[in-house]
């Protein structure tokens, strides 16, 4: 009877600390995208009557449609390119037992342990010693480095889960390994390799700490661009270009969603 009771209390409790989880994670978002379409010039909430100025402003913007241009440009670049190095080195990681496999695979993740800021101070000093500095292929091999781990780890955990009988069926009937990776692994790993572009590509399109050392000159990314924007002044038009923000983050996690299924995106 007192088990019952105390299981009663602590569901409730969970239910309660759940929701106030999601609320948290949910309510800025709320609020940043109700005032983005407030008709007044300062940003207030709950907003002062209802415009869609702000959103036209951001459409008249140069300076952010070339920056919002940008960051999906890099974003998508990034995540192609993260994908092709992640799913090779996942594979060689997950399939072969070679020496400094561990550190290899410490290595491929060792960005997710540094600091942003020492990561793009080091990057930074790097492409200067290189040549990149300043350059769209410096800023695009940084937001490379920063998606890598995340590719990595997502198809190392789908490889793990893989049914590798499936694989060994295909080469029993002298199947090559080419004929293997291109009819049985890959399609079966389209779930993991969504759910790995889409982390890289929110990843890469919402970084802020290394796109500051490494966007300079021409290349400023759309979160920069926010953050110098902020830095001036605070009116509604930031609220608009979050809220845009937002929207395409959404949309990339519902149309990976649509396409291989809810369990393979959490």
Same mark, same amino acid.
């Given at each position: *009877?007192?088990?019952?009771?105390?299981?009663?209390?602590?569901?409730?409790?969970?239910?309660?600390?759940?929701?106030?989880?999601?609320?948290?994670?949910?309510?800025?978002?709320?609020?940043?995208?109700?005032?983005?379409?407030?008709?007044?010039?300062? *940003?207030?909430? %709950?907003?002062?009557?209802?415009?869609?100025?702000?959103?036209?402003?951001?459409?008249?913007?140069?300076?952010?449609?070339?920056?919002?241009?940008?960051?999906?440009?890099?974003?998508?670049?990034?995540?192609?390119?993260?994908?092709?190095?992640?799913?090779?080195?996942?594979?060689?990681?997950?399939?072969?037992? &070679?020496?400094?496999?561990?550190? *290899?695979?410490?290595? *491929?993740?060792?960005?997710?342990?540094?600091?942003?800021?020492?990561?793009?101070?080091?990057?930074?000093?790097?492409?200067?010693?290189?040549?990149?500095?300043?350059?769209?292929?410096?800023?695009?091999?940084?937001?490379?480095?920063?998606?890598?781990?995340?590719?990595?780890?997502?198809?190392?955990?789908?490889?793990?889960? &893989?049914?590798?009988?499936?694989?060994?069926?295909?080469?029993?009937?002298?199947?090559?390994?080419?004929?293997?990776?291109?009819?049985?692994?890959? %399609?079966?790993?389209?779930?993991?390799?969504?759910?790995?572009?889409?982390?890289?590509?929110?990843?890469? &399109?919402?970084?802020?700490?290394?796109?500051?050392?490494?966007?300079?000159?021409?290349?400023?990314?759309?979160?920069?661009?926010?953050?110098?924007?902020?830095?001036?002044?605070?009116?509604?038009?930031?609220?608009?270009?979050?809220?845009?923000?937002?929207?395409?983050?959404?949309?990339?996690?519902?149309?990976?969603?649509?396409?291989?299924?809810?369990?393979?995106?959490?």
């Amino acid at each position: *009877m007192f088990g019952d009771a105390v299981g009663r209390i602590m569901a409730a409790v969970g239910k309660l600390v759940r929701a106030l989880v999601y609320l948290a994670l949910i309510l800025p978002a709320v609020i940043v995208v109700a005032t983005s379409f407030t008709s007044g010039d300062a *940003m207030r909430f %709950p907003p002062t009557g209802f415009s869609l100025r702000w959103y036209y402003a951001f459409w008249e913007s140069s300076l952010f449609i070339d920056s919002l241009t940008l960051s999906l440009k890099v974003a998508a670049l990034a995540t192609v390119l993260s994908l092709l190095f992640g799913f090779a080195a996942a594979f060689a990681i997950e399939r072969h037992d &070679f020496s400094g496999r561990e550190l *290899m695979r410490g290595f *491929m993740l060792s960005p997710l342990l540094i600091p942003a800021v020492v990561l793009g101070l080091g990057l930074m000093q790097l492409q200067v010693w290189i040549g990149l500095s300043q350059t769209f292929l410096g800023l695009l091999i940084g937001h490379v480095v920063v998606t890598l781990p995340y590719v990595v780890r997502t198809l190392s955990a789908g490889m793990v889960l &893989f049914d590798r009988n499936l694989e060994q069926a295909a080469m029993s009937l002298r199947a090559t390994p080419a004929t293997v990776l291109r009819t049985v692994t890959i %399609p079966l790993l389209v779930p993991a390799i969504i759910s790995a572009g889409v982390f890289a590509f929110v990843t890469s &399109f919402g970084n802020v700490s290394l796109s500051v050392f490494l966007g300079a000159g021409g290349n400023v990314t759309l979160p920069v661009q926010v953050l110098a924007y902020v830095e001036q002044t605070v009116d509604p038009l930031v609220a608009a270009v979050s809220s845009v923000v937002i929207v395409f983050t959404l949309v990339a996690i519902l149309i990976a969603d649509r396409i291989s299924g809810p369990k393979s995106i959490i």
